[in-house]
C-alpha cells in the first residue's frame, strides 16, 4: 500500500522525534570528565591490575571449587580488599559438594614404544595411589544400551573412549600460526544488529541433563567392571590438553576411575597403534585426592559504602574458580583481577559514592554458576528446591519466582569473564533502555576502542544468574584474542598469555561504570520480570492412541534431539 502524504511526513517527524529523543537521554545523562580523567591517571601510571593477577595464579595456582587453593584465593581476596579500605569484606558459603586436587600424573606407554605421553587427570576422578600398568582397548559408550557388550571385558583395563558422536571430531592439522585475534570494526557493526531469539533456544538444557545422567551411570559402570583408567581426547591440536571433570562432586555420587586427558597427537597415536591390532601398554601414577570434610564453598564479598543512596547497590562481580590445567589466567583470574583493580582505583580516588559499590568474586562458576546462583537466591529472589530424589540441573528454572526485598535495591551488576582482551563495549542483554545511557558512559573510552553498545543476549557466565531474576545484570564485549583457542580450560592458561595494557583498558573502563552507576539520580532501568512459559499442551487421547500419529510423533522428536 503507498502512504499518502501526510503519513509520510508523519513517520519522518516521529523518526526526528526518536533520534532527538535519544540525544535528550544521551544529553541528559550526566558524565563526570574530570572525575574519569583521575580513574585514567590512576589505572594507567599506578595499576596494581597485574600484582593482583600474578599472586592470584603464579602464587595460588589454579582454583578449582572445593580445593585448598580456592580457599586460600578467597582468604587472600578478601584480605586484600579490606587492606585496600573496603569494607564489610567477608565471605559467603554455600553448599557444593566435595572438593578435589591433584598434585601428579605420569602417564608413559611401555608398549609397543617407551614414551611419554602428555595428559592431565579429569577433575573429580581417583588417583592411582602408585604407578599401575594396564592394557588399552577402544571403548564406545553413546548410551546405557552400549553397557552389555563390555560387560565382563574391562577389569584392569585401560579404556581409550572412542568419539560418541557429540560432534567433538578430530582436531585438524597442527598449526604453529594462531595469532591473536581482535574484534573489527565490522566484527562490532554486526554484532549492533539484533538476533530475535530462537524458540528452540532451552532445548541445549535437556541435552546437558541427559549428558549429566549418562556420565554417572558410565561412572557406575565402570566401577562395577572394574576398569582401571579411561582416556579421552583434548578437543584442542597442537598439544594443547583441554580439561575438565570427568566424575562427580556430588557427595553420594560414586568417585569415577582415573580418568586421564591426553593430548590430541598423543590419543591418536595409541588409536592407530589400535586400530594396526598393535597391543598398547600404559603406565599411569596419579596422585589426587578427594577433599570431603567440608561441602561449603565460599564467594569474597566486600564493600565501598554509599552516601545518600547507601541503601541502594551497584555490583561487579567475576568468577574467582578456574579448572586446574593451567593456572586459571585467563579463565577467569583475568576478570577478578580487573574487578578488584576497579574497585581499588575508586578507593585510592577517595570517591565517596552515593550508592554502596559490591563487588562478588564468586566459586563454582565452572559448575554451573554455582556462587552467583547462591547469592541471588540468598539475597534477591529465589526459585523451588528440586523435588527430593531428583538431581539439580544449575540450569533448570523452576518455578514460581519468589522475589526478595532486596531485590528492589539493586541498581546494576557488572560482569567480566571472557579473557584478558581489552572491553569494547557491553552487551545489553535487550534492555533497551539501559542503551543510551551505556553509550553516553563509553563516550570518553572512544580512544580506547569501547564503543559499541548492542541489544544482544550473551550468556555462559555470572550476569546471567541477576538476569535470570529480572535483575540488570551485564556482561562486557571483549577482543577475544586466542582465548577460545588455546587458553580457555586448557594448560596454556596461564599468566604468560594474559595481555597487560587490555587489562588496565578494562580495570578503567569497569571504574568509571561503577562511578556512573553509583552516581546518577535513578537507579537503572529493569526489563520486564520473568514469565513463567505456558505448559504444553496435553495430547491428544485419540490421536495419541493412533498408530500413525504415535509413529511421527516420534520421529519428529528424533529429528529434535539429532538437531
Known amino acids: 500500500m503507498t502512504a499518502r502524504p501526510f503519513q509520510v511526513l508523519a513517520a519522518g517527524a516521529l523518526t526526528l522525534a526518536l533520534v532527538a529523543g535519544a540525544g535528550v537521554l ?3 545523562e550526566a558524565v563526570d570528565w574530570t572525575m574519569i580523567g583521575k ?24 582454583r578449582l571449587t572445593g580445593s585448598p587453593q580456592m580457599k586460600q584465593a578467597n582468604d587472600w581476596t578478601r584480605q586484600q580488599l579490606e587492606e585496600w579500605g573496603l569494607k564489610n569484606a567477608h565471605l559467603e558459603s554455600f553448599d557444593f559438594g566435595r572438593g578435589w586436587s591433584f598434585t601428579r600424573a605420569s602417564v608413559q606407554m611401555i608398549a609397543p614404544h617407551e614414551v611419554p605421553l602428555l595428559a592431565l587427570p579429569e577433575a573429580w576422578t581417583q588417583g592411582t595411589e602408585g604407578p599401575v600398568r594396564g592394557e588399552v582397548i577402544k571403548v564406545k559408550i553413546g548410551s546405557k544400551d552400549d553397557f552389555e557388550q563390555y560387560r565382563g571385558k574391562l577389569e584392569g583395563k585401560i579404556l581409550l573412549l572412542e568419539d560418541p558422536g557429540d560432534g567433538h571430531g578430530p582436531p585438524g592439522r597442527p598449526s604453529p600460526d594462531d595469532p591473536t585475534r581482535r574484534l573489527t570494526a565490522q566484527d562490532l557493526e554486526e ?28 561412572a557406575e559402570f565402570l566401577i562395577e567392571e572394574k576398569a582401571l583408567a579411561t582416556l579421552s581426547k583434548s578437543s584442542r591440536d597442537n598439544g594443547i590438553v583441554r580439561v575438565a571433570a570427568g566424575g562427580s562432586r556430588e ?44 561441602t561449603e564453598a565460599y564467594n569474597t564479598v566486600a564493600e565501598i559504602p554509599g552516601g545518600d543512596l547507601k541503601d541502594q547497590v551497584v555490583m561487579c562481580g567475576a568468577h574467582l574458580d578456574s579448572w586446574h590445567a593451567g593456572t586459571g589466567a585467563t579463565d577467569n583470574g583475568a576478570g577478578s583481577a580487573v574487578m578488584m583493580e576497579a574497585v581499588r582505583i575508586l578507593k585510592a580516588l577517595g ?42 540441573n544449575p540450569f533448570e528454572e523452576r518455578w514460581p519466582l519468589t522475589v526478595k526485598p532486596e531485590h528492589a535495591k539493586l541498581s546494576v551488576y557488572f560482569n567480566l569473564d571472557n579473557g584478558s582482551g581489552k572491553v569494547r563495549g557491553v552487551y545489553a542483554q535487550e534492555n533497551s533502555g539501559v542503551v543510551p545511557i551505556f553509550r553516553a558512559w563509553l563516550e570518553p573510552f572512544a580512544d580506547l576502542g569501547a564503543d559499541t553498545v548492542t541489544q544482544r543476549n550473551t550468556g555462559g557466565t555470572d ?18 584474542l586466542d582465548y577460545f583457542s588455546k587458553t580457555h580450560h586448557t594448560n596454556l592458561d596461564v599468566l604468560d598469555l594474559v595481555e597487560a595494557d587490555d587489562l588496565k583498558q578494562a580495570s578503567v573502563i569497569l571504574a568509571s561504570f561503577l562511578y556512573d552507576a553509583a552516581m546518577r539520580d535513578q537507579m537503572m532501568p529493569r526489563k520486564p520480570l520473568p514469565q513463567e512459559p505456558p ?29
Do not use: C
Open 26 to 28: 544521551r544529553a541528559d
Open 39 to 62: 580513574i585514567r591517571d590512576e589505572g594507567f601510571h599506578r595499576s596494581q591490575v597485574m600484582k593482583t593477577l600474578a599472586h592470584l595464579t603464579d602464587t595460588i595456582g589454579p
Open 191 to 218: 554484532m549492533g544488529s539484533f538476533e530475535i531469539p530462537s524458540e528452540r533456544a532451552g532445548e541445549w538444557r535437556k541435552r546437558y541433563q541427559k549428558r549429566r545422567e549418562l556420565r554417572k551411570a558410565i
Open 251 to 294: 557427595v553420594d555420587d560414586p568417585k569415577a576411575i582415573t580418568g586421564l586427558m591426553l593430548s590430541a597427537e598423543h590419543f591418536q597415536r595409541i588409536e592407530r597403534f589400535l586400530d594396526d591390532d598393535q597391543k598398547v601398554e600404559l603406565e599411569i601414577d596419579v596422585a589426587a585426592r578427594f577433599h570431603e570434610d567440608s
Open 351 to 392: 570517591v565517596k559514592p552515593r550508592r554502596t559499590i559490591r563487588i562478588g568474586l564468586w566459586a563454582g562458576e565452572e559448575q554451573g554458576l554455582l556462587g552467583s546462583r547462591a547469592y541471588v537466591k540468598e539475597h534477591f529472589a529465589s526459585r523451588p528446591e528440586p523435588p527430593e530424589g531428583e538431581d539439580a
Open 463 to 480: 550476569h546471567q544468574a541477576f538476569d535470570a531474576v529480572g535483575l540488570p545484570g551485564f556482561q562486557m564485549i571483549q577482543d577475544p
Open 535 to 563: 505448559k504444553p499442551k496435553q495430547a491428544d487421547p485419540k490421536k495419541t492412541a493412533d498408530p500413525e500419529a504415535a509413529n511421527q510423533d516420534g520421529g519428529a522428536d528424533h529429528g529434535d534431539a539429532h538437531h
